[in-house]
């Protein structure tokens, strides 16, 4: 059994080591030619995408090149606290880290090739047909590739979803722009590790303190229209220092102040996240990850969801007898969890980009409703997510029982 897997990001490399570990042989195909170093800013794998990797025995490498999140505590423009959430797992579980994207993404490559995973760089697919008895890819530059069934990891601006629903929707842009940097030398009154988070009178600042003394942080620009692809690069640093500070002035807190002091400022570019994609999977060929349900960076969640895809793909193709009949269980069991996250994400985005008069609503609501949603079932459930990786996958409509542990296309 030989699975193609598109995109070598984070959930690709994650879906190869849980084939691997389910007996199938899996190959990573990725666009880019040289690894992640440079690109992207910084994510948290959250305690929930810790426990998918502990699911293969992959999370010491993502654990250790990040650092803990137990926290987050949210603030006005006038420095008023809103409320904390708990971005820890239930007691004595996994805490969140906070690492940089290249480091994730590299952390997960190392540990997939010591495993003897092959990762071809340089391998943009363009095209992809089910024969009926596998699958066939076709590269950029004109290379191809066979396997018993293809996994599309290819991200937000997925190559797959199109080929498996030419009529799939595209990313919506979520009216905000991303953009993000590492200071030192700025005094903070933040607990080390812990994020705090500003919803500013005209755009959306995060920072945390790293051990080694740094900040690092983000900011959330509203912005109506949707900027040009590139546009955001374009702009240039200063440009965006200037926009930033003039942005922050307003704000309590060290905003402005992180802003001056970074030698370099990181567009992150355009913030988009995926509206419910109807079809993740025809015949042979399925997506996961951002290609399938991207839940836009305010959830906190894009690596932790698709690593727990990964895992959960794997594991019911483990244990459900047809390509077709594992790749529906895995639908049934994914699309409800990841569709609450998304859901609950683009709410924070509207509260990103609200208006004057939303905003003092905004500030009057959260001390209220924070508290009870910060210890309440929905970041639970989020944060303390578990898969048990020896307990079979069971098929949807079967109540109970083992499912068959094998796999037979
Ligand atoms: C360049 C980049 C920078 C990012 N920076 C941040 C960040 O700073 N903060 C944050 O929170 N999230 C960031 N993200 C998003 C974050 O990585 C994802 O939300 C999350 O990790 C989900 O992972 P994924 O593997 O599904 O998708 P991604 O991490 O997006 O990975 C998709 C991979 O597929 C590859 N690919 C795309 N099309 C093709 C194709 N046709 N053929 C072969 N390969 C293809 C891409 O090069 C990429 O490596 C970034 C994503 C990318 C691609």
Partial sequence: ?????????????????????????????EARPTGADGVGVFLTLGSNGIDALRAIEADQPAVAAGFPT??????????????????????????????KRADLCRALHDEARRRGVRIEQGARLVDAEDTGDGVRAVFADGGEAHGDLLIGCD????????????AAPAPAYAGLVGLGGYTRGVPVDAEPGCYRMVFGKRAFLGYALAPDGQVWWFANVPRPDEP??????????????????????????????????????????PIHAMPGVPTWHRGRMIIIGDAAHAPS????QGASLSVEDAVELARALRD???VERAFAAYETLRRPRVER????????????????VARVFRDLLMPLLLPRMANGKRIQETYGHHIDWNTPHTPPGAASGRAPGYFRV
């Fill in 228 to 269: 040009a692809r590139g546009e955001a690069e374009a702009t240039g640093a200063e440009e965006w220092r200037r926009r930033l500070v003039e942005l922050f002035a307003d704000d309590a807190g060290p905003a402005a102040e992180l802003v001056r002091a970074s030698r370099e400022i990181m567009p992150a570019g």
């Fill in 1 to 29: 059994m030989k699975a193609l897997i598109i995109g070598g990001g984070i959930a690709g490399p994650a879906a190869a080591m849980a084939l691997q570990r389910a007996g199938i042989e899996a190959t990573v195909h």
């Fill in 297 to 300: 960076p305010s959830s906190g």
């Fill in 155 to 166: 991200g937000l601006h997925s190559t797959v979803r199109t080929l498996i629903d030419p």
């Fill in 70 to 99: 137990p926290r987050i505590d949210l603030f006005s423009t006038t420095g008023k606290a809103l409320g904390q959430i708990r971005t820890s797992g239930p007691d004595g579980g996994f805490t969140s880290r906070t690492l």
């Fill in 320 to 322: 459900l007898p047809t």
């Fill in 341 to 356: 996250i998304a859901k609950q994400a683009a709410r924070v985005n509207s509260n990103k980009a609200a208006g004057p």
